[in-house]
């Protein structure tokens, strides 16, 4: 049968992080190969017994909260490229559409107030 997910050692490496987290999450606080190389083959991927043992090797005695935390900060920190300036000029066709906007809704407030009609005296709201 053909692997739903391809490889690479990165794809690898995070597949079997995610079967290791999701043994965990499932109550097994400290996984085993078996159990990992399990959940990566039960999606239809294949899973690599050295890659396996290596990580498990580096998780054993270690907190995951700790490393999850040590992860989001080292995260925090990571410089982005050229997205978010790809993501500004969207922002600013908006701001630009939004002043337009207002400028015509000006124009027509003042086309309004041109357009009012003399009632010969009369006024709806005059006090008697």
């Not at 995951?64 to 995260?75: R, V, W």
């Not at 086309?111 to 003399?118: A, G, I, L, R, Y």
């Amino acid at each position: 049968r053909a692997e739903l997910f391809p490889s690479s050692p990165t794809s690898t490496l995070m597949k079997h992080l995610a079967a290791y987290l999701l043994c965990v999450l499932g109550g097994n606080a400290k996984p085993d190969a078996a159990a990992v190389k399990a959940i990566v083959e039960s999606v239809g991927a294949k899973s690599d017994d050295a890659k396996v043992a290596a990580l498990i090797k580096e998780l054993d005695g270690k907190d995951l909260k700790t490393l999850i935390e040590a992860g989001k900060t080292k995260m925090g920190s990571m410089t982005a490229s050229a997205a978010p300036a790809a993501a500004a000029a969207p922002a600013k066709k908006g701001e630009d559409k939004k002043k337009e906007e207002k400028k015509e809704e000006k124009k027509e407030e003042k086309k309004e107030e041109e357009e009012e009609v003399d009632l010969g005296g009369f006024d709806l709201f005059a006090a008697e």
